[in-house]
């Protein structure tokens, strides 16, 4: 869907309807993006600080008895145990509202990806546009079909890396709860904490093609084979259902 706004309506209309489309953080009053640098410090500060402590959380080991465990995709190491010849990237932190989450206020670490050096081919197999009309024309043709949508939880981040990557991490973006539990203070070097990733995250280059090779394997190996001739299309052996894959998010006419 397209909206226009006219120039007699407000920015606050504005606001609501980029909002509605595309669930950035907008000011009320200007409409301009919001960036979590100005977020933490708003009337809604805590609630942020808070989602970008589960984010490390979930990152990292998990904390207590709030979050016993996490993916440990992330490792706090000091700045020295970073292999000579490697680089480290910057963090790209992504604010968002979901509503409809158990967490509205959202926030996303992902990697500053233009600064890693990957040599092996990036490029990921996935359903395009016609692949996904097709399959969803195909359901509403045939008696009885349904269409569901499946997203597989943490999956991404929870795919092994064939080498490590290193980034840095502003203190003033971790919260005092983090910097005390993973007792950070020591690991500072120019106001950043580095991390050693070990599996993949969001804006890696080679994240993608990563995860999609295990999940496809995965899938395989419980009688899901790809399609000869359409790149992202699945068909199972035994069962009538056919699906469109796009990195970890499933398609599903059943």
Sequence with gaps: HSGYVTSGESANAAAQLVTHFTNMVLDPLTGNTLQYEQLKTGPHGTEWIQSTANEIRLLTQGIELHMPTGTETMHFIHPSAKPA?????????????????????????????????????????????????????????????????????DFYINTLMEQYEYMRIPVKHIPKVIMSQYKLAPLVTNRHVMVEIHKGMYSLPQAGILANKCLVAHLHEHGSVPATHMHGLFTHKTHDITFCLVIDDFGVKY
């Design 85 to 153: 010849g490697h680089t480290a990237t910057y963090l790209r932190i992504i604010a968002s509202k979901k509503p409809n989450k158990s967490e509205p206020k959202c926030i996303c670490f992902t990697v500053g990806g233009d600064r890693v050096i990957y040599s092996s081919d990036v490029s990921t197999p996935t359903a395009n546009l016609s692949t996904i009309k097709l399959l969803l024309n195909d359901t509403v043709s045939m008696k009885n079909a349904k269409f569901m949508t499946i997203d597989i939880k």
